[in-house]
Nanobody, 121 residues
Framework: VQLQASGGGLVQTGGSLRLSCAAS????????MGWYRRAPGKQRELVAT???????NYADSVKGRFTITSGDAKNTVYLQMNSLKPDDTAVYYC????????????????WGQGTEVTVSS
């Protein structure tokens, strides 16, 4: 399975960006997909996730500003980022969870290569 993320760039404070991620190489639908980010000098953190059933979860720091949605195409996900702040500057990674209940506790998760977001003040 390969994930291709895109949409990053340079934007001013208060601006918007839309990240896209598409997973290919599997006939199954991902159980969930999500976005994580790693800011310079910090650990990777959760941004948002969405299940195949449409349930979304957000980090407190992005609630009300970011929206995660699934695309019409299988195994695609988008992250609409509004009211961007300098603290949102990071490399954003998408992932896809293909874990099966029968395989628990083993998880099958794939990661994309990351797309860089820079918010200038």
């Amino acid at each position: 399975v390969q994930l291709q993320a895109s949409g990053g760039g340079l934007v001013q404070t208060g601006g918007s960006l839309r990240l896209s991620c598409a997973a290919s190489g599997s006939v199954r639908s991902a159980k969930a997909m999500g976005w994580y980010r790693r800011a310079p000098g910090k650990q990777r953190e959760l941004v948002a996730t969405i299940t195949s059933g449409g349930n979304a979860n957000y980090a407190d720091s992005v609630k009300g500003r970011f929206t995660i949605t699934s695309g019409d195409a299988k195994n695609t996900v988008y992250l609409q980022m509004n009211s961007l702040k300098p603290d949102d500057t990071a490399v954003y990674y998408c992932n896809a969870d293909y874990s099966l209940p029968a395989d628990w506790p083993r998880a099958t998760i794939y990661w994309g290569q990351g797309t860089e977001v820079t918010v200038s003040s």
